[in-house]
Nanobody, 125 residues
Framework: QVRLVESGGGSVQSGGSLRLSCVVSGFPYSTYWMAWFRQPPGKDREGVAAIATDGRTRNADSVKDRFTISRDNTDNVLYLQMNDLKPEDTGRYFC???????????????????WGQGTQVTVSS
């Protein structure tokens, strides 16, 4: 059974940091693109960062130099280190997974078939 379980969200003040985790099981994690998406209140889901099996990363312009995606292929965990958080980073954060040979646009949600339930991040000014 495929499972993706996010954790690490919370409420922080502007300028603060959070580290999100996504623990996965039920599929060969090391052969999958992994990504973080977020859905701000009242808006569509948007890509934040993605990481290939070889460690190549893609980041949305809005989070470059502030967010870092990483993966642990031994323990099947995906991370998102978020620094210098801003109120516009508020939203529900989801991890997504897709076979590497099936991804052409890593920051587009339609590329991913496996999703977690999300974890809420709230940043106050």
């Amino acid at each position: 059974q495929v499972r993706l379980v996010e954790s690490g969200g919370g409420s922080v003040q502007s300028g603060g940091s959070l580290r999100l985790s996504c623990v996965v099981s039920g599929f060969p994690y090391s052969t999958y693109w992994m990504a973080w998406f977020r859905q701000p209140p009242g808006k569509d889901r948007e890509g934040v960062a993605a990481i290939a099996t070889d460690g190549r990363t893609r980041n949305a312009d809005s989070v470059k130099d502030r967010f870092t995606i990483s993966r642990d292929n031994t323990d099947n965990v995906l991370y998102l280190q978020m620094n210098d958080l801003k109120p516009e980073d508020t939203g529900r954060y989801f991890c997504g997974a897709e076979r590497e040979d099936g991804v052409w646009n890593p920051l587009q949600g339609y590329e991913y078939n496996y999703w977690g339930q999300g974890t809420q991040v709230t940043v106050s000014s």
